[in-house]
């Protein structure tokens, strides 16, 4: 069973499974993915649907109709921005690389309709010492997360408070990079099937003309508070703000769905207001 809707498997095989149903336009039938995928040559039809009834279960892109294995993507692409809901979040670690780094802090905002609103905001206890350098960066010392929950025990909390919004992180891929590997340890060979956008490669397309593009400089651009930098409830407070001035700018450009975003982003010259 998929052990949380939002979440897609790593698995080899279903990674292989969701390559093949690309490639043949978004289905195959199952004696095709065993013949391809499992290496079992001209497998008898029902073995077949037997052997590919495992994949199904354990990813929510697979479907099987009758004797046909079908991938429904993830359909975000179409969605326009007014209508989105969106996490906005932040995490603070033991270091810069996962792994062997943890999580120490999570901060997260929902952002919909160009509105802050809930938030979920927690220490975690990272199960492994922290340097002196990063205690100097964040302020978390080893005795403020000896008491905090393990990632372990809020990743069903924090799944449920993201459901299917978009993501957003200032410099996304670090973060995502932590997030998926914490959800692994919990959840082994899966990753979540959340898009994620990011607010450094958004303002350095519509914001140009700042001098650079770290968070506490666009902070400043637009006069938000940013007291407890390097905390992640306040570094994802000013974040939701930030994204939120880019929706407008994106607005303002004609952008009107997340395709479009995607589009704008993947574009070598600036983008012009």
């Known amino acids: 069973m998929t052990p949380y809707p939002n979440l897609i498997s790593e698995s080899l095989l279903i990674n292989e499974t969701v390559t093949l149903l690309r490639s043949f336009g978004g289905k195959a039938s199952a004696v095709s993915v065993v013949d391809f995928v499992m290496k079992i040559r001209k497998p008898q039809p029902l073995l077949a649907t037997l052997l590919v009834s495992d994949l199904i279960e354990r990813d929510p892109r697979l479907t099987l109709n009758g004797d046909m294995v079908e991938l429904t993507e993830v359909g975000y692409g179409d969605q326009e921005l007014s209508e989105t809901g969106f996490v906005v979040f932040d995490l603070e670690t033991t270091g810069a690389k996962a792994p062997p780094c943890r999580v120490t802090e999570i901060g997260a905002w929902k952002v919909k309709n160009g509105e802050v609103t ?156």
């Open 118 to 273: 809930d938030e979920f905001q927690t220490l975690v206890n990272p199960e492994i010492p922290i340097p002196p350098f990063i205690v100097g960066l964040t302020g978390i010392t080893d005795e403020m997360v000896a008491q905090a929950p393990k990632f372990a025990d809020i990743a069903i909390d924090f799944l449920e408070f993201i459901g299917d919004s978009v993501l957003v992180a200032h410099n996304s891929g670090f973060d995502m990079r932590f997030l998926n590997h914490e959800i692994g340890l919990v959840f082994p060979e899966y990753k979540l099937a959340n898009p994620c956008l990011c607010t450094v490669q958004l303002s350095r397309k519509l914001v140009p003309e700042t001098v650079n593009h770290k968070l506490k400089t666009m902070a400043e651009f637009y006069k938000l508070d940013l007291t407890n930098h390097h905390r992640a409830s306040a570094d994802a407070h000013a974040t939701a703000h930030i994204f939120i001035n880019l929706l407008s700018r994106l607005h303002e450009g004609g952008v009107k769905d997340l395709a479009g975003v995607k589009k704008m982003s993947n574009r070598k010259h600036r983008y012009v207001r």
